[in-house]
Antibody, heavy 116, light 107 residues
Framework: EVQLLESGGGLVQPGGSLRLSCAAS????????MSWVRQAPGTGLEWVSA????????YYADSVKGRFTISRDNSKNTLYLQMNSLRVDDTALYYC?????????WGQGTLVTVSS | DFQMTQSPSSLSASIGDRVTITCRAS??????LAWYQQKPGKVPKLLIY???TLQSGVPSRFSGTRSGTDFTLTISSLQPEDVATYYC?????????FGQGTKVEIK
């Protein structure tokens, strides 16, 4: 059974940092490019960041460029998102997902709330 | 900047109606487009990828087509369980981009 299990969300003050993790199992994680997608309350889906299977290439949405860093550890089947300089408008449910290969693999999400 | 423009933002249709949702890419993206269905409080579900390939287990009343930079999701006969918000996603290269979403309701 395929599982993507996100963790690391929580309440943080503006300007703070969080590190999200996504533990993958049940599929060839090391052969899969991975993405982070977020959804603010009551709004649509927003692609945040992506990383190639070998970590050689990373992509970021303009809204997070310079503040967020995506990485992965294929030996641990884990995807990460380091989020710095967090803003109120980064408040959202953050999903890790495989969106290129037509697998439809998504986690359940982890909630990040940025508030003073 | 690349943009995916999805329309309409919402629609209301009767059971059995044919429903179409469109996404227009601001530049050519080949067939690198997927359609997702999201029900309230649920994780998005992949319906179609590569513009027209139906994901395993998805009912055949869902279909996708491409004409140039215009992509269409069609529900041939709307069912009560199809009430959801639908999103297109340009998934290859960078940036990846979702459409704004289309909320489908029953009239």
């Amino acid at each position: 059974e395929v599982q993507l299990l996100e963790s690391g969300g929580g309440l943080v003050q503006p300007g703070g940092s969080l590190r999200l993790s996504c533990a993958a199992s049940g599929f060839a994680f090391s052969s899969s490019a991975m993405s982070w997608v977020r959804q603010a309350p009551g709004t649509g889906l927003e692609w945040v960041s992506a990383i190639s299977r070998d970590s050689a290439t990373t992509y970021y949405a303009d809204s997070v460029k310079g503040r967020f860093t995506i990485s992965r550890d294929n030996s641990k089947n884990t995807l990460y998102l380091q989020m710095n300089s967090l803003r109120v408008d980064d408040t959202a449910l953050y999903y890790c997902a495989e969106v290129i290969g037509g697998t439809g693999y998504w986690g359940q999400g982890t909630l990040v709330t940025v508030s003073s | 900047d690349f943009q995916m423009t999805q329309s309409p933002s919402s629609l209301s249709a009767s059971i059995g109606d044919r429903v179409t949702i469109t996404c227009r890419a601001s530049q050519g993206i080949s067939n690198d487009l997927a359609w997702y269905q999201q029900k309230p409080g649920k994780v998005p579900k992949l319906l179609i990828y590569a513009a027209s390939t139906l994901q395993s287990g998805v009912p055949s009343r869902f279909s996708g087509t491409r004409s140039g930079t215009d992509f269409t999701l069609t529900i041939s006969s709307l069912q009560p369980e199809d009430v959801a918000t639908y999103y297109c996603l340009k998934y290859n290269g960078a940036p990846k981009a979702f459409g704004q979403g289309t909320k489908v309701e029953i009239k």
